[in-house]
């Protein structure tokens, strides 16, 4: 009698073992998916510039000169990144950091009409067509921001787009810490 009660009682416990899985996970925010580079460095990298932009590429050089940055992942095909572009020109235009814009796994032709319509507040733009870069960097989609310290440490990331509250109350903050 008692193996009969430990199979009826196997099933009911990976019921609720499941079901207070699924129930912390329903309480979660999608948008904060952590990080396993936030207070690490940059990954090595160098990206070849976007064709017909001119001006340089981008490479992990760039995150180490001393001063705070912002690397914005992007693409042409990315609808929310059309909906935030206007955020990143924003932030760009304030003169509080260098704004790097990683192109990935994008037709740089389709990246380059897409610029000119939105407009390029871009410090430099990197092309990474086989997204490889965004893989080191931990990619789960676009858009995706860093925040990267004047040493080359990743300090935030932003997964989405940014809408103006999270510029407001997140990033500019966490900028001016960083500088201070």
């Not at 009660?5 to 948008?31: E, N, Q, W």
């Not at 990935?104 to 939105?118: C, H, I, S, T, V």
Request: net charge neutral; aromatic share 10%; proline share 8%.
């Amino acid at each position: 009698m008692t193996s009969k009660r430990f199979l009826f009682l196997v099933p009911v416990l990976v019921f609720v073992v499941l079901a207070i899985y699924f129930a912390v996970g329903l309480t979660k925010d999608p948008s904060k998916i952590p990080s396993a580079l936030i207070d690490k460095p940059a990954p090595e990298f160098a990206l070849p510039g976007l064709e017909g932009r001119g001006g340089p590429g981008f490479s992990t050089a760039d995150l180490k000169q001393g001063r705070v940055t912002v690397v914005n992942i992007f693409a042409s095909w990315c609808v929310p990144c059309r909906a935030e572009h206007p955020i990143i020109n924003r932030l760009a235009k304030m003169n509080v950091v260098d704004v790097y814009g990683l192109n990935y796994k994008d037709k740089p032709g389709d990246a380059l009409k897409w610029l000119q319509e939105l407009g390029d507040s871009y410090t430099a733009v990197g092309t990474d067509l086989t997204g490889r870069v965004g893989i080191d960097w931990g990619v789960y989609g676009v858009p995706e921001t860093f925040i990267v310290d004047g040493t080359g440490t990743i300090r935030y990331k932003h997964v989405g787009p940014i809408t103006p509250q999270a510029l407001d109350d997140t990033i500019i903050p966490i900028i001016q810490d960083l500088q201070s």
